[in-house]
């Protein structure tokens, strides 16, 4: 049985769906002003993971990720590159899509953009006003926390902490228009900085506030209420904490029952920054030839709830884990003989499967999910001699599908795969293995060892077995 660690009430609970067999998860997405960081990119791979292992346990899914695209920077970011907002944002939206491809991250069911969705919006905070929860000042509405007694719970944060907590974050002209400190914008009014970007709306000239964005979105596709919320731990306050507001003062019902927070990412020990120097984004990793696989692995492979400390030898030991599983299903690939009976595969697996799906389901352990599977590879290792060609593939099979929640030992191994066929495809590879199998078969032994030396500085593993000389590749991950 899944459990799930809810931020709402700091506990791991039972995840129970609100419709049998089907789950909703809405997760917010990137604000596309610039490229994603490695940061960034963690609360998707997480994402990525839950949604995966949902979908393994049976759940059918719906994944909504919103784009994020207008806001302070969108605005100001387009006008500094002489771009509409639309041209602007729809290049960052495109490399962002390109960049959780990369991640092999599975596309969200529906990624709306906030400019997509205004009318929702302008509804929704009519809805919020025809309840009593806003206000209008100088032409801007605003929430009015005052009139939400549950204000704060997500973040457990007491009024106190409130009121400290706003009066660092706001400017001296948001203070004046608002009643209150913490009371957060809605719709903005416009402003001749925003140039042509507003919307004439039947509640005013102007755009929507952030938050707004997601609660209009997620409804539109998940309904008033649904089962599960994702995103970093820096948006339970204010963002999902406004979300909570808005969407319960329009409904008056819960909003969300789960919600999900990542903890952040930091490189050598420090928060990423541009000033800093230690600011990495996928193409970052890419100049340093590494497989973007091995980034998705080390986003992985860190519970998510724990912070996260990059540093670039990660990807080595990142690329050496990869090369285990790689080299084992390699291996598989030379087992040739009939086997015995004596091994009982089918058992090692089912025992393998079940130590996985233990540690998945206490809130995605994911260090033990991974260890359960180390420990079946030297399972299966010790008794290699054993194993028939059946067994290596009903072995492979297994690693496949468990795969389906990790995602990069397949697309690693199918990399692989073609690197490899491709070598073998060109002639001159073809026939110096020829011409060893010939020296071979007339006891040229020290000819056949001459060509397996050659081949070995192209790259080639050549190994014999019973039905021949099969090949692999020396360098397993690209
Ligand atoms: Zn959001």
Redesign the pocket.
Known sequence: MLKLFNTLTRKIEIFRPIKQGKVGIYS?GPTVYDFAHIGNLRAYIFVDLLKRYLIYSGFKVKHVM?ITDVDDKTIKNSQQNNKSLQEFTDFYSKAFIKDIKSLNIKMPDIMPRATKHIPEMVDLIKKIGKHGYSYKSEKSIYFKISKFSDYGKLAQLDKQTLKQNAAGRLNISDEYEKEQVNDFVLWKAWQPEDGEVFWDTEIGKGRPGWHI??SAMSTKYLGEIFDIHT?GVD?IFP?HTN?IAQSEAAFKKKFVNYWLHNEHLLVEGKKMSKSLGNFYALKDIKDKKYNLLLMRLILLKTHYRKVLNFTLKDLDEAKSIAEKFLSFLAGLDFVVCGGSNNLDIKNMISQSRKEFKKAMDNDLNISSGLASLFDFIEEVYKRKSLISTNQAQEIKNYIFEIDEVLGFIRPLYEQYQMRLNKKLATKKILNMISKREKARKNKDYKEADKIRIDLLEKGIVIEDTEKGDKARLLKIID
Do not use: Y
């Open positions: 917010c919103n964005e997601c995103g948006l963002h979300e």
